[in-house]
């Protein structure tokens, strides 16, 4: 039985991949203990089906992958073009810097994702360096030989474009930094900081090193007070003393962990109650934070900053530099930007269903774009006139009703003045119409509204955010042919009709900030705010269960597990 299993499996298979062998099929019939078999040939079947569109996907960070994750669609050939043939959980890139989590358990083959969508996806491991939007062209460089430095050019047509290549640290264009500085975005610089600070105290440690050369390589400047500069001294701190501390115990009292923010707090973009106990717990535990300290230079062996208050120049010896200050535009990206006169940008600016501006068929999301959401007040006039459907000049509560829904989906910054001001709906804001019943005119509805659009924010560059918008893609991709015969969006207030699709929405599902010693600041949607060792469980539980796949949950989980029992790992391999 097994054997014929497999028989039948694989011939189904073989028949499948090969309809050509449908020229000769093999018709066996049994009839009553003698076989006769027939041989037919059978004329090839000429669908009328249009070819299937070809979608690039440039990247395979948090927006690429989720995006690829989740179409479901056999609509489309997809092509995936990265540098890097796997997946990174970036958020545990901290971790991987002191050993608390192995390089190997937070990424995962970007094929093994593929393969399980079940949608026919190609990788090629390349990078892109150049977009041709005029020809739908992607121009692309792959290393064929890494020790002669040898690379193959080649370029890949597309149907659709999705660029989701991520952004580069932002230097700020500081002198030094990128010689001198290391950075942490990518899983190598992760490995790379890691070797460098067991190098440090093997250095520190041989005996005839006098003790101002060891206080200086074992002074650690973090740059940044933003979560990933804030979590990385945390850990750091942990590593030392509670790992490092024991294997040369004569260097501790040598470490310096100084973390320099150009800002009045770090964690500004938290709540003000977890700022304030990041910042005490820092300083109980002996990390120098230097508030209102701006970089202006980085060398080899020094860091100076000036003091914002004072003007003062301060420099400070150091053995290492974390560059982590935020995200910036990579080159191919800018050159992107230039070809469609977006200048001036941080990144590439996109409409509110996530698709470039200046073209109809490209898609950006993640770190390397940024919504342009519009302005309430520059589609005033239009808005008022699509509810004036007498075309009186005037607007009564009745009419106003019959768009409010599309205003409050096309316009999110209307829902969120509106749960400012505690008001129940839109019609709060026509308290002339509602208490009179007299109709209000266009200069009413745009006082009435002139507030709203101070509301608007550009959301921040996070993995939430990308993945979010991952799905959010995929989803229309999957549902493209059905929406275009029944557009399910907001009016279009400048146009006919409908928009295809709902606009991107971004909803926020909290924050952790992980301060070391097994505690961690949660700042979840509510308002609701929890510091301590109880939400360190929670930043585990959260962790595990968003990586890609059982197979690093079971490793990440199993890292831990290790920490806990024996420490973490000083070896440089």
């Known amino acids: 039985m097994r054997w014929s299993s497999r028989f039948f499996h694989t011939a189904s298979r073989a028949f499948n991949e090969y ?19 027939a041989f037919c040939d059978a004329k090839p079947e000429h669908s009328n089906e249009p070819p299937k569109k070809k979608v690039v996907v440039l990247g395979t960070g948090w927006a690429g992958t989720s995006f690829l994750k989740n179409m479901k669609s056999n609509s489309y050939d997809i092509h995936v073009v990265s540098p890097r043939n796997y997946f990174a959980f970036t958020p545990l890139l901290p971790s991987v810097t002191c050993g608390s989590v192995e390089a190997r358990s937070v990424v995962e083959p970007i094929r093994s994702i593929t393969r399980r969508s079940g949608v026919n996806i190609s990788f090629s491991e390349a990078e892109c360096y150049k977009i041709d939007q005029k020809n739908n062209k992607v121009f692309c460089r792959a290393v064929k030989d890494k020790k002669s430095g040898e690379r193959e050019e080649f370029s890949i047509d597309y149907d659709y474009l999705v660029i989701a290549m991520g952004g580069r640290s932002n230097t700020f264009n500081t002198p030094g930094v990128e010689e ?3 950075f942490l975005k990518e899983v190598d610089e992760a490995l790379k900081i890691r070797r460098k600070v067991v190098e440090l ?71 003000k109650r977890i700022t304030e106990f990041a910042e005490q717990k820092f300083a109980r535990d002996g990390i120098n934070v230097k508030l209102g300290s701006m970089v202006v230079k980085v060398s080899e062996n020094e860091i100076t900053s000036k003091e914002r208050s004072t003007g003062e120049i301060i420099t400070i010896p150091h053995g290492m530099v974390v560059w982590s200050t935020g995200i910036g535009a990579r080159p191919e990206i800018v050159e992107f930007m230039k070809q469609l006169g977006q200048i001036n940008r941080r990144a590439l600016v996109t409409d509110e269903w996530l698709r470039v501006e200046g073209s109809d068929n490209i898609y950006a999301l993640g770190d390397c774009a940024t919504i342009n959401q519009r302005r309430v007040m520059e589609d005033i006039a239009v808005i008022f006139s699509k509810a004036d459907q007498n075309n009186s000049g005037k607007l009564d509560l009745k009419a106003f009703k019959d768009v409010v829904d599309d205003i409050i989906e096309r316009y999110p910054q209307v829902e969120i003045y509106l749960k400012k001001n505690q008001m129940k709906d839109m019609a709060s804001l026509l308290k002339k119409s509602q208490e009179s019943g007299i109709s209000v005119d266009i200069e009413y509805f745009k006082e009435a509204l002139s507030k709203v659009d101070s509301q608007m924010k550009n959301l921040p560059a996070t993995a939430q955010v990308a993945a979010q918008q991952g799905v959010y893609l995929a989803d229309c991709f999957n549902r493209m042919e059905l929406c275009e015969r029944y557009p399910e969006g907001p009016l279009r207030f400048r146009g006919v009709g409908r928009h295809r699709f709902r606009p991107f929405r971004y909803k926020h599902l909290g924050q952790f900030a992980p301060l070391g010693g097994e505690q961690t600041a949660a700042q979840l949607p509510g308002d609701w705010i929890s510091i301590g060792q109880s939400t360190q469980w929670l930043w585990y539980s959260v962790y595990t269960s968003k990586q890609v796949s059982w197979r690093t949950r079971f490793l990440v989980v199993g890292d831990w597990g290790r920490r806990f029992l024996f420490g973490r790992d000083s070896s440089q391999i």
């Open 201 to 271: 105290f093997e250095r520190a440690s041989l005996p005839t090193l006098p003790e101002e050369e060891k206080k200086k390589l074992l002074s650690f400047v973090v740059v940044g007070g933003g979560p990933t500069g804030v979590e990385f001294s945390a850990e750091l701190h942990d590593f030392v003393h509670e790992d490092l501390a024991y294997l040369y115990p004569e260097l501790g009292k040598y470490v310096k962990i100084i973390l320099l923010e150009a800002g009045d707090h770090i964690l500004n973009m938290f709540d």
């Open 180 to 182: 001198h500085a290391h």
């Open 19 to 37: 309809p050509s062998w449908s020229k000769s099929i093999l018709v066996c019939t049994v009839i009553s203990g003698g076989g006769a078999v």
